[in-house]
């Protein structure tokens, strides 16, 4: 009897998975039949957008590193002994608050001392200055020599000269004892303290105390390859770009938990050589920082507009296919003809490739059901409107599911994250590669495909041959069978 049950179970098992194959061969007859549009069924829409072309800004992402507006390291000008500091490490402080205090009584003593001097010279001074006054009426009486009355004159004024000295002896005694008080040289954000109470400072040299920062404004400090910026000047000289006067670049940045900075900043400068180790111009934007969320020495993202194109064409990511040799369109003909155009599109702004070459404006594109489309297939076209326009495109930034593409595009709103428009890119080198037969310009691009997951071969399989098709359920219920086969044979 259990032997009858397993013959039984297997023998519901395997009808079950004919029907489930056939099934799947139905349905792919289906869809290669809609898809190639010769007449068997119905013709299939195709959603597309017209061209439009739209200014757009040609904005380079670079690494920087953030650095203070202003930096002052605080040294210790005099040495001593550190009796108190009189900060909190992190607070704003004022050009010339106090800092630290060193041991002061040392000083206070040599200008004491400077002091004494400058009363002693200036008494003698008044003794000289007295006596060439008293010999000065004398002379012309001849009580005096005039040898004695020139040795009063030279000692009248070798006391003028002394005290002068001490004078500056006790102007550098209180600047002595003036820096025995450590102020701030400049205002801003002091940082830690590097020494503490009853550290010995100064003596063997300088000794770095703190660090105060002037953070607002803050500076940015890039570079962009001096390639990049030689082609750029090329292209505005041509006519084909328009450039932004150096003074009105609109500089952005992004944090580095990849948030936009909410303020933006200014080119400040750019040098005019080339830095030979590493083939770039540096270049310094300033941004406003008036809560502190830019700290020195943290790497950003910069975002530098370097040129306008006004004759560009935003096309949504996903209508947009790419292999080893060149990215590519489908577009459809007047005559509802699916075709392929290859296109240059080097930079995506939000949900859109922005497209440069290749298109003239007024053209078709298909940006969905490239999997039941191949080239050479006739479609009837579904106008969704014209494509994005830069500030359509902006404020559509983050929205996920627009320009009719809400079944395939929903669930891919963020970049990078793999949704169900992962199937066209994966099937994207096999159908692409029919119109190269036919002296279309992308050549050979099933010799580029790249390594694709097992769920995405499974629908590529129209654009070359029915066969495989029905042995994909029977490799999605392996497992099964196999479990099913070990238990027959311990049944037998």
Known sequence: MPEVKNKKLLVLILAALAVLALGFVAWFLFLRGGGSGDGQGRQMEAPVLVATPTEVALVAQLPGRLEAFRQAEVMARVPGIVIERCYKEGQEVQQGEALFKIDPAPYQADMDIAAANVARAKAEFDAAKDKVTRQKGLVSARAVSERDYMEAMAAEKSASANLLYAQAALEKARLQLSYATVTAPIAGRARRAMVTEGALVGQAGVTHLTTI???????????????????????????????????????????????????????????????????????????????????????????????????????????????????????????????????????????????????????????????????GAHAAAKVLGPTPSAAQAQSQNGQPGHNGQAGQNGQNGQPGQPGQNAQPEAAQPEQAAQPEQSAQPVPSEQSAQPAQPAPSEQPAQPAQDTRPAPEAPAASTGPQQGAEQNAKGKGE
């Open 213 to 375: 920062d002037q953070m607002d404004p803050v500076y940015v400090n890039f570079s962009q390859s001096a390639a990049e910026v030689m082609a750029l000047q090329d292209a505005i000289r041509q006519g084909a770009l328009e450039g932004t006067p150096e003074n009105e670049s609109a500089v952005e940045l992004v944090l580095p938990d990849g948030r936009p900075y909410p303020h933006k900043g200014r080119l400040v400068f750019s040098d005019l050589s080339v830095d030979p180790t590493t083939d770039s111009i540096v270049m310094r934007a300033a941004f406003p920082n008036p809560d502190r969320v830019l700290l020195p020495g943290a790497y950003v993202r910069v975002k530098l507009v370097n040129a306008v194109n006004r004759k560009a064409f935003l096309v949504p990511r996903d209508a947009l296919m790419r292999n080893a040799q060149a990215a590519v369109l489908f577009v459809l003909s007047p005559e509802g003809v699916v075709t392929v155009r290859p296109v240059v599109a080097n930079d995506l702004q939000g949900k859109n490739w922005v497209v440069t070459q290749g298109l003239q404006g007024g053209e078709q594109i298909i940006i969905a059901g490239h999997i039941m489309l191949k080239p």
